[in-house]
């Protein structure tokens, strides 16, 4: 048990150094790590690799389609100036000096019914073109758009994380929706300040090929605010449908209206119209570049593509240790709603998963609810709090959201610890702090 926690603790900072100091690819550096970590655990040689083999491909089969059809949109985006147009409308209503609250407000929408590795995708050309129109560093808006995702991936149902826990604790889904969104605003509010203290530091170019006044005069018009919206807010709502269609009430029936609504609300299939509906912002006069657009945006997701399949190997690999196990020795602390937090934290650090995180520790802590003095309806859902405060804490380099998040966003990997993982790691403490408080008052 002690040998697995050394191996893990010491895989995690040889892969900071090797990625940080030694300046070596993030792709070979996991990959390799994988296939260490299995052999020194004991894990016989043909496993090893057939468990990195079939991590590479699981995580890609989730999200690899998604990463793919959302660099397409965004390319499209970026082209037509479509981008520039969102960034227009949106600093005209709050204003240049706050296009970081702008983003992590959208974030924390977006992230209700989106899964915050799709929303940053689909999000991302806003935000780039509003470092750019706003003159901030790209880092900045990442930063602030990654934190108000992952406010409410964590502790919002419909997601799937949160919605289990409610499902296996038997806590009211209202509740734990309400609740939810009333923790997640200090969140993200939280993001956001850390991104505009901390993550400004980091000068990174938001790179627009063009300005407002060359697309301008290229293209004669720019496009309308709704049409260039329209990429991003038709995959949105048919997500957000998709996740109302499937709720335990089933407020759509389940018939033949409810299966069209799951269909076109899969994340796959509503990014994919979603390139279908970028396409019709491509000017008459540009037609002849759709072919080479959607192949730019094809070339540039290769190196996303290969770092979070690669991320997706290693933790394969450690979800073959007794991490659980070891999750499960900290039950005898007798610390109350701190525990669901550190075994949450401690799996989400090891394997980088914040939905497994959050469905194997409820597995653990159900049967203990009641002795843990959490069996009401609110303490169920502070004890659902707890766990995905853990589960945030924190995104490192094993987390496919680290690598989604740093490579759209132009971050190499010391600045991606800076910014990602040091603002899950401050999200995550604040949340259990104010869960701890909760719980003061109303247990």
Request: with cysteine; glycine share 10%; charged share 10%.
């Amino acid at each position: 048990m002690v040998l697995v926690l050394f191996v893990i603790l010491f895989a995690i900072i040889g892969m900071v150094v090797a990625i940080t100091k030694y300046k070596q690819h993030p792709f070979l550096v996991l990959i390799i790590t994988a296939i260490l970590v299995g052999l020194i655990t004991g894990m016989p040689a043909a496993k090893v690799i057939t468990t990195v083999k079939s991590g590479f491909g699981n995580i890609l089969a989730s999200i690899g389609i998604v990463i793919l059809a959302g660099t397409m949109i965004g390319t499209i985006l970026e082209k037509t100036g479509a981008a520039l147009t969102m960034a227009n409308s949106i600093l005209k209503v709050v204003g240049n000096k706050k296009s970081a609250l702008t983003m992590g407000i959208t974030g924390y929408i977006t992230g209700i019914p989106v899964f915050c590795d799709s929303g940053f995708v689909i999000l991302n050309p806003i935000a780039r073109a509003l470092a750019s129109k706003s003159k901030v560093s790209l880092a900045v808006m990442a930063t602030a758009l990654s934190g108000g995702l992952y406010a409410t991936h964590c502790l919002v149902p419909p997601t799937p994380g949160p919605i289990a826990m409610a499902g296996t604790l038997g806590a009211d889904l209202g509740l734990t929706i309400l609740v939810g969104l009333v923790i997640s605003i200090p969140m993200t509010l939280v993001s956001i300040l850390y991104a505009v203290k901390i993550a400004s530091k980091i000068d990174i170019p938001a790179n627009s090929e063009n300005t407002i006044e060359e697309l301008t005069e290229k293209y004669g018009q720019l496009p309308s605010a709704l049409h260039s919206f329209s990429p991003i807010l038709v995959p949105i709502v048919l997500i957000a449908l998709q996740s109302i269609a499937n709720f335990p009430s089933t407020p759509f029936g389940d018939g033949i209206f409810k299966t069209i609504l799951v269909f076109f609300g899969d994340p796959i299939v509503a990014l994919i119209l979603g390139v279908f509906v970028a396409m019709t912002l491509i000017p008459k006069s540009e037609k002849e570049n759709t072919l080479k657009w959607l192949s730019e945006g094809v070339t540039s997701s290769a190196g996303i593509l290969a770092i979070t399949g690669a991320g997706g190997a290693f933790g394969a690999i450690l979800q073959t240790l007794p991490i659980a196990d070891i999750a499960s020795q900290l039950t005898g602390l007798g610390i109350g709603v701190i525990l669901p937090f550190i075994i949450a934290a401690l799996l989400k650090t090891a394997m980088g998963s914040s939905t497994v995180s959050m469905i194997t520790t409820v597995a653990m802590i159900a049967p203990m609810v009641d002795a843990l003095g959490f069996g009401s309806d609110i303490g169920r859902v502070l004890i659902i709090m707890a766990i995905g405060a853990g589960a945030m804490t924190v995104s490192h380099a094993n987390d496919s959201y680290f690598w989604v998040v740093s490579q759209f966003s132009d971050m190499d990997a010391k600045a991606a610890f800076k910014c990602q993982t040091g603002v899950t790691a401050v999200m995550g403490i604040t949340t259990i702090i104010m869960v701890l408080i909760l719980s003061l008052i109303f247990i």
